[in-house]
């Protein structure tokens, strides 16, 4: 799934500038649990979590995640941003719930981890 039809999807709001056009997610994992996305082995994956921190961020850069989406109506500091953009992450935020979210997602073809 391109990272546009990602956002209008999920009523999201892309928040960093870093590049879309080569992204395509695959498949998705939904945690505010940063040690169990350190334990992905996977390309093409996007989180999904209600956790904006600088924390989210490094995980992800660790994980070689490319795409981070804050549910809840999270968001994403201007440290994080920076952050993100420093690792080509994109940051996308959406007012809607998590589980609506993965819902969604999965529903149009994205694939879950586990």
């Known amino acids: 799934m391109d990272i546009t039809t990602l956002i209008?999807?999920?009523n999201g709001?892309?928040?960093t500038n870093t590049k879309t056009?080569?992204?395509d997610i695959e498949f998705a994992m939904a945690s505010d649990?940063?040690?169990?996305?350190?334990?992905?082995?996977?390309?093409n994956t996007m989180l999904i979590t209600g956790l904006a921190n600088l924390?989210?961020?490094?995980?992800?850069?660790m994980s070689d995640v490319h795409?981070?989406?804050?549910a809840r109506n999270k968001k994403s500091t201007p440290e994080m941003?920076?952050?993100?953009e420093q690792n080509s992450i994109i940051?996308?935020?959406?007012?809607?719930?998590?589980?609506k979210i993965a819902g969604i997602l999965y529903g149009n073809g994205v694939k879950a981890l586990f």
């Open 21 to 23: 056009e080569d992204i």
């Open 13 to 15: 709001k892309l928040i």
């Open 67 to 70: 795409c981070i989406l804050l």
């Open 33 to 43: 649990l940063m040690s169990d996305v350190l334990t992905l082995d996977t390309v």
């Open 55 to 61: 924390q989210t961020i490094r995980t992800a850069e």
């Open 8 to 10: 209008k999807l999920t």
């Open 81 to 84: 941003i920076e952050l993100a």
């Open 91 to 99: 940051i996308i935020e959406s007012a809607s719930a998590l589980f």
